[in-house]
């Protein structure tokens, strides 16, 4: 798989509004291929915004983080494969994973697993029932998450070594909590430059903020496919 600096730039319309998404896009133009539509944008009428910049020759990343009985999970990936969107995440559990890759067999549609959320820690997991901690969890989901034909995994940038190792180069490694240097973290904590999540083996970078709420939004775009382009040398 060989992507260009500007294919591995996914940037997140984290937005309140199919109208302010619209700007964005617009603003952005030519300089970015791939977005992510997640909940809010979502649920504020921007599922026909995805099918729109697939039409547009713009690919999306669908984050619903799916999670349910095996036959509700394969009936909504079967709607959206309709979409034509590039990623949907689902969250890392056996029956999930499994109803998704069926449904979506025969299709371009490429899922990604979300092990355990990165606001979870050993006792977040512990109060919700987990036995294991967090390193064993997400280890056990992303080899499973291999062996059952996912396609690739949503980590922080500091866990692509890792996983690399855990499930070679068979699985895509898409990275948020990415800062470039100088842009303010918000409420990401552990943020790793666009340049340090390429060294370490990200596949994709997700970037919101730092673009979208940029005072110029194609130059912030811009710079970070430059720092990808250099790093990927
Ligand atoms: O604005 P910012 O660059 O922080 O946006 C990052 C995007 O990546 C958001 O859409 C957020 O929901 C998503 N994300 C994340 N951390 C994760 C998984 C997803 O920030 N562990």
Same mark, same amino acid.
């Given at each position: 798989m060989t992507l260009s600096p500007r294919e591995r730039l996914i940037v997140a319309l984290?937005?309140?509004?199919v109208e302010a998404a619209e700007k964005i896009v617009e603003r952005l133009g030519d300089t970015v291929a791939f977005y992510k539509i997640g909940y809010q944008l979502g649920f504020a009428g921007g599922l026909p915004l995805a099918r729109a910049l697939v039409q547009a020759g713009k690919q999306v990343f669908l984050d619903m983080k799916l999670h349910d009985i095996a036959n509700t999970v394969a009936c909504g990936v079967e709607s959206i494969v309709n979409?034509?969107?590039t990623f949907l995440t689902v969250h890392a559990y056996p029956q999930t994973m499994q109803a998704a890759v069926a449904a979506r067999a025969g299709s371009s549609l490429k899922l990604l697993a979300v &092990?355990?959320?990165?606001?979870?820690d050993d006792i977040d997991l512990h109060e919700a029932?987990?036995?294991?901690g967090v390193d064993e969890v997400v280890t056990d989901r992303a080899k499973r998450a291999h062996d059952l034909g996912l396609d690739g995994i949503v980590c922080s940038a500091e866990e692509c070594p890792a996983l690399h190792l855990l499930v070679g180069n068979d699985m895509v490694l898409v990275t948020p909590g990415i800062r470039p240097v100088g842009s303010a973290h918000a409420d990401q904590k552990r943020v790793v430059t666009p340049a340090n999540a390429i060294a370490a083996g990200a596949d994709y970078l997700v970037v919101g903020r730092p673009i &979208? =709420? =940029?005072?110029?939004p194609p130059a912030a775009a811009a710079a970070i496919i430059a720092d990808i382009a250099a790093a990927a040398h």
């Open positions: 984290d937005l309140p509004s979409m034509g969107v &092990t355990v959320l990165t606001s979870y029932g987990y036995a294991l &979208t =709420a =940029a005072p110029d």
